[in-house]
């Protein structure tokens, strides 16, 4: 089993509608939960971080997470043409471990 | 703030071959990772480093891959010999603790080829 599972893509949404993205982790003792932004042939970048039950927002994007069902995702509304990217999903465990998913590639067309 | 600077940006070598990249972290942060991304992959952890000592290195190929970072701050990932599938991008990433909602913060990366 996979350390951090994301759900397969690509993704591909039309221009205003909700994208959401799927991680599932296998280490129950995992506390922070990061998602990030990687534009093809550019670094990752941090879109949002989590680290409590429950749900998170900033802006349009929505963190949601689930410890018991170890489970995060992240949904972007009212998508746009830039949001198109591979998202990663990374989690924090003991000693700050930073473990990322494979990534999912969304696509938002116009 | 400076960001984290890594070089070479590219670098194309042969097979069996040995070649070097360097990180330097932002400015006080303790914590600084190495990850290989191969094309279409996520980023894989090969070593972190918490000052100048190593926290985790279960994921790097010692018997080809070594890291350094004296000082607690620059660091060196080495290769020696490469093979053809350690074609990829090398991320430095540093952050600046070990506290579990601290984000890490990448470099632009070193793309090898190998041929």
């Known amino acids: 089993q996979k350390e951090v599972e994301q759900n397969s893509g690509p993704l591909s949404v039309p221009e205003g509608a909700i994208a959401s993205l799927n991680c599932t982790y296998s280490?129950?003792?995992?506390?922070?939960f990061f998602w990030y932004r990687q534009y093809s042939g550019k670094s990752p970048e941090l879109i949002m971080f989590i680290y409590s039950n429950g749900d998170k927002e900033d802006g349009r994007f929505t963190a949601q997470l689930n410890k018991a069902s170890q489970y995060v995702s992240l949904l972007i509304r009212d998508s746009q043409p830039s949001d198109s990217a591979t998202y990663l999903c990374?989690?924090?465990?003991?000693?700050?471990?930073?473990?990322f998913g494979e990534g999912t590639q969304l696509t938002v067309n116009p | 703030e400076a960001g984290v600077a890594q070089s070479p940006r590219y670098k194309i070598i042969e097979k069996r071959q040995s070649v070097a990249f360097w990180c330097n972290p932002i400015s006080g942060h303790a914590t600084l990772y190495w990850y290989q991304q191969i094309l279409g992959q996520g980023p894989k952890l090969l070593i972190q480093?918490?000052?100048?000592?190593?926290?985790?290195d279960s994921q790097l190929p010692k018997d080809r891959f070594s890291a350094e970072r004296l000082k607690g701050v620059d660091s060196t990932l080495k290769i020696q010999p490469a093979k053809l599938e350690d074609s990829a991008v090398y991320l430095c990433?540093?952050?600046?603790?070990?506290?579990?909602?601290?984000?890490?913060?990448f470099g632009q990366g070193t793309r090898l080829t190998v041929v």
């Open positions: 990433a540093s952050s600046p603790g070990a506290l579990m909602n601290t984000e890490a913060f």
């Open positions: 280490d129950r003792g995992s506390q922070s």
């Open positions: 480093f918490q000052n100048n000592g190593v926290v985790d």
């Open positions: 990374a989690v924090k465990t003991s000693g700050s471990r930073l473990t």
